[in-house]
């Protein structure tokens, strides 16, 4: 049998690597393996053999390549170890049009079931179940989340223990080895992180020493990798501080390393107590707990769940969360009666000797025979509404090279930045949507970084009245007094998705003193234009904030505003806002699908579908996008311009269609989205792509006799923008997708047909 394994896998460290690593050595000897690595680029990872491709965490394409890997290489079977925070995307999303695609039976292995899921975690952890075959969990406790709160058929659920290296070691020599002779060594191994509650013991070691003054405590592991890039090493400098505090620096060793498997066990076979003092009961699996049971060790735990579970039948000793003087209690009693350690550790042991890795790895082949045998294929999905290996990788090089510490540059020489032309509010307000929204869907951290110029930019902007000027001289001279109204409602625009989505409290501030600086202003606009940019602004801000009434009314009145365009310019076959359609259409009925969501406007919803359709009949025919020319525009019974296209029109359809399809969950809109965004990649009235592959930027539009090379920052926001909403909307109908049973198989359960969901890197 020929078995491919998706998972973390050394050297990189990590858990659940680690567990994949003993499951393909348990059972690779009788069978054929291929491991699909995942990769979190923070290094370059010397792969064993046996590891056939790499995934590279966030980029979407390696997920899809990765599916066409496994279905090409005669695999039987295919093994995929889950948990949150390995696989790319918003929760792991990336993970899920993978599996989605394998033509071959899929076991997942689910290391946490969470018991309050996010929205998107419950859903993302159901399409893995749906998908899979069967699913592996390691405690009774696990089986009953997934049955409870994901809704799964207990048919389909399978408890395979976690299981334990057969290695031993012999106490005496062990301890004289790690130099423990004559110590009573209490022990915690694993990444180190605030959850683990080591400061518990830490505190109870006190009263200890003072009965037991050989005791020695370590800490084996390294800080855990996400807490490591998120705040340093905090955590630790806080336990060495607390024993320096306590003055026990002489019992307590703090070993910063990933052990690997027999310095492991030589240190489980030393030591005399095994403590896990997790701070709160969610905790569903605890490789740490079970190769300690394993080993025969005598195990002292809070009671959380996996603990409560394995330490029943007086296999161990519970204390309550962070409660040292229990720990205190319990230890001292333990040490006071030998007769009970050797009880516990007995059956310890004897449990221990059932989940040896060869013994698990034998459920696991036995597992994989019953879904290989006879089995029927997976229903064949159908085409996808968007097709993500068509995106190119996403890419801030080319707006990297626009931005300086004062902003973005608005113009282009092709891909050089035209500093004669110097900086628009403009463009910086669309800079900061763009650079937020990356942030919130793939956290790129260039988007992070590159925040703060942009909302800095936006504030030296802001007059005293809270307007805006537009213009900025390369050498900060400023060109204007006030802004156009285009420019303002732009900006109140970023500014609200920047609230909603505030990566810290610094840019919420922020974003926050200029909106509402700029506030008094918003119902003095004429363009209305102007007034739906400012619109999708408030809307943002009201989604976060929709106990602001005097800001809700403002947006009643603005709504009202277009709502009465629309009413005096409509006509027979001409649904629209003016006896024209000129440029950024889109935005119109797209600030309308905003507000209505916001207000519960059923008529502002009704416009904005009549205008919006009315756009799509002019503008989306031929099975392609062709927006309306800013030559001519398209005057009312007249002919239409074709050309000098811009991208900010099709950016304009992408999320009005987007929107849409947030409010109607219509798939049609998908199909929409998709094929607005084409227009970038050559789905054009010209059939030339904008999107310029060597320099990342994209181009400025088109006329007749063929591209504008200059890729100026409107035009190249424009586009990732339009991408970033793509790869949001292929994420959003993961929840929308209906699924369709294929087979009603006794011995073989096909996944169900599910959107794939996936962004691009």
């Known amino acids: ?74 695999t039987d079977v295919c093994i995929v170890q889950h948990e949150f925070g390995i696989y790319g995307g918003q929760s792991g999303v990336y993970i899920l049009p993978l599996l989605h695609r394998l033509q071959i039976p899929l076991i997942s292995t689910l290391h946490t079931i969470l018991q309050k899921p996010s929205y998107t975690e419950k859903a993302i952890l159901k399409k ?34 976690h299981g334990v290296p057969d290695i031993h070691f012999d106490k005496e020599k062990s301890r004289a080895e790690l130099k423990f002779t004559d110590k009573k060594l209490l022990l915690t191994f694993g990444f180190v992180g605030r959850n683990k509650g080591i400061e518990t013991v830490i ?39 607390l024993i320096k505090t306590l003055k026990i620096s002489d019992h307590v060793l703090l070993i910063n390393e990933f052990a690997e498997e027999k310095a492991l066990f030589k240190y489980l076979a030393a030591c005399d107590i095994y403590i896990t003092p997790y701070i709160n009961e969610a905790q569903i699996t605890s490789g740490t707990l079970t190769y300690a049971m394993g080993s025969g060790c005598v195990v002292v735990s809070t009671p959380y769940w996996h603990a409560v579970e394995l330490l029943t039948g007086n296999k161990g000793c519970l204390f309550d969360f962070k409660d040292e003087h229990a720990l205190t209690k319990v230890l001292n009693e333990l040490f006071d009666k030998p007769q009970l350690m050797k009880t516990i550790q007995q059956k310890a ?118 307007t805006f000027r537009n213009f900025l001289s390369f050498n900060r001279n400023f060109l204007d007094e006030v802004g156009s109204e285009d420019s303002f409602g732009r900006t109140i625009w970023s500014l609200g998705y920047l609230m909603q989505n505030a990566p810290n409290d610094a840019f919420y501030q922020t974003a926050r003193l200029v909106f509402f600086d700029a506030a008094p202003n918003f119902e003095k606009m004429k363009s209305i234009r102007g007034i739906a940019n400012t619109m999708i602004g408030i809307s943002y801000y009201l989604k976060a904030n929709p106990g602001d009434l005097e800001i809700k009314m403002c947006l009643v009145r603005m709504t009202d505003v277009l709502v009465a365009h629309f009413e005096q310019n409509r006509s027979k076959d001409w649904d629209w806002f003016e006896s024209l359609l000129a440029y950024d259409n889109g935005i119109l009925p797209l600030a309308l699908l905003h507000a209505s969501q916001v207000l519960e406007n059923k008529k502002a919803k009704d416009i904005a579908f009549e205008s919006m ?22 005057i009312k019974d007249k002919e239409r311009s074709v050309y000098a296209q811009q991208p900010i029109d099709a950016m304009a359809m992408v999320l009005a269609y987007h929107q849409a399809f947030v409010l109607t969950e219509d798939r049609k809109y998908l199909e929409n989205i998709f094929t607005s965004y084409l227009w970038f990649l050559g789905e054009n009235d010209l059939r030339l792509s904008l999107y310029d592959f060597e320099t990342k930027g994209c181009c400025d539009g088109f006329e007749d006799y063929g591209i504008n090379r200059n890729q100026g ?37 096909t996944r169900h047909s599910e959107t794939e969901i996936s962004k691009i890197d």
Not at 131 to 156: C, G, N, R, T, W
Not at 216 to 234: A, D, I, M, N, W
Not at 720 to 747: C, D, G, K, M, P
């Open 128 to 161: 893995i179940c749906t998908m899979s075959d069967k699913l592996v969990v390691m405690s009774h406790k696990a089986i009953q989340f997934l049955e409870d709160i994901y809704h799964v058929p207990s048919a389909k659920i399978l408890r395979i223990e």
């Open 349 to 466: 042991e004897k449990y221990g000797q059932g989940i040896i890795w060869p013994k698990i790895g034998e459920k696991y082949i036995e597992l994989a025979e019953q879904l290989t045998y006879d089995p029927v294929k997976p229903e064949q999905k159908n085409d996808t509404d968007i097709d993500p290996l068509l995106l190119p990788p996403f890419s801030l090089t080319h707006i990297k090279r626009l931005t300086d510490d004062t902003g973005i540059i608005q113009h282009a020489k092709f891909g050089i930045p035209n500093l004669k032309e110097g900086y628009c509010l403009d463009d910086n307000a669309r800079a900061m949507l763009m650079a937020c929204m990356a942030y919130k869907l793939k956290k790129n951290q260039i988007a992070l970084d590159l925040m703060p110029i942009y909302l800095s930019y936006i504030h030296y902007m802001q007059n005293k009245d809270g």
């Open 613 to 634: 359709n009315f756009l799509t009949t002019h503008t989306l025919k031929d099975g392609y996008l062709s927006v309306i020319g800013n030559r001519q525009w398209f």
């Open 713 to 749: 920052a409107e035009s190249s926001l424009a586009y990732l923008i339009s991408h970033l909403t793509v790869l949001q909307a292929y994420e959003e109908s993961a929840h929308f997708r209906e699924v369709s049973t294929s087979n009603n198989s006794v011995n073989h359960t």
């Open 203 to 241: 505190k109870a070691l006190p009263e200890i020493i003072k009965k037991h003054p050989d005791i020695v405590y370590v800490v084996l592991g390294k800080t855990h990798p996400h807490l490591l890039r998120s705040e340093g090493e905090q955590y630790r400098n806080y336990l060495h501080l």
């Open 1 to 74: 049998m020929k078995i491919a394994f998706i998972a973390t896998y050394p050297p990189r460290e990590c858990g659940i690597g680690t567990f994949t690593q003993s499951l393909v050595h348990a059972i690779k000897d009788h069978n054929e393996v291929i491991i699909i690595a995942m990769h979190d680029g923070q290094e370059n990872y010397p792969f064993p053999p046996e590891v056939k491709f790499t995934i590279r965490q966030e980029h979407q394409t390696d997920y899809l390549k990765a599916a066409d890997f496994i279905n090409q290489s005669d």
